[in-house]
């Protein structure tokens, strides 16, 4: 009777602890299904954020570079106007006219680079000990200065001769 009673007892406590056990690890599960979903969401969230960084970026890249396209565009309009000027000044004029001006602005060009490079020379010079990191600048600067007036100047040249031929 004992034993019976025993196996009756058992029979009705087993099925619940296999219950209680399943109810456990299901919990277990939906806990973990939560976190990894809430991992997911968060990665998520941080990729967004990142894409719209540089969506943003990119807008404001092409902004700049197409502000730079227009400022080019205005320069090269500007120039293209100021030799249409010269030419129509220049149509009557005669050949000895026509060559002062051709030379004048090279004169300017050659004139006051040599009177920059002989400025930035008298001051390194004189100074009582330049470093070299200054006299570094000064010459980068000199040499940007100078490329920047020859290339305006007989720049335009080259390539106005390989559009005429």
């Not at 399943?22 to 973990?32: L, M, T």
């Not at 009557?92 to 004169?107: K, L």
């Amino acid at each position: 009777m004992f034993i019976g009673g025993l196996i009756g007892l058992l029979g009705s406590v087993l099925p619940e602890g296999i219950g209680i056990v399943k109810s456990v690890v299901n919990h277990k599960q939906e806990i973990d299904l939560l976190k990894a979903t809430a991992s997911i969401e968060a990665n998520k969230s941080a990729s967004q954020e990142r894409i719209a960084g540089i969506q943003s970026e990119t807008h404001l890249r092409q902004m700049e570079s197409d502000q730079a396209i227009a400022q080019l565009a205005a320069e090269q309009k500007s120039t293209s106007s100021a030799q249409r000027h010269d030419k129509s000044v220049l149509a009557g004029a005669s050949q000895w006219v026509v060559n002062i001006a051709a030379v004048i602005r090279p004169m300017l060009a050659i004139v006051a680079a040599t009177l920059f490079v002989y400025i930035v020379g008298v001051t390194v010079w004189t100074s009582a000990t330049p470093t070299i990191a200054v006299q570094s600048l000064i010459a980068l600067g000199v040499m940007d200065i100078i490329a920047a007036v020859f290339t305006f100047y007989f720049g335009r040249r080259s390539i106005e001769k390989l559009k005429g031929a």
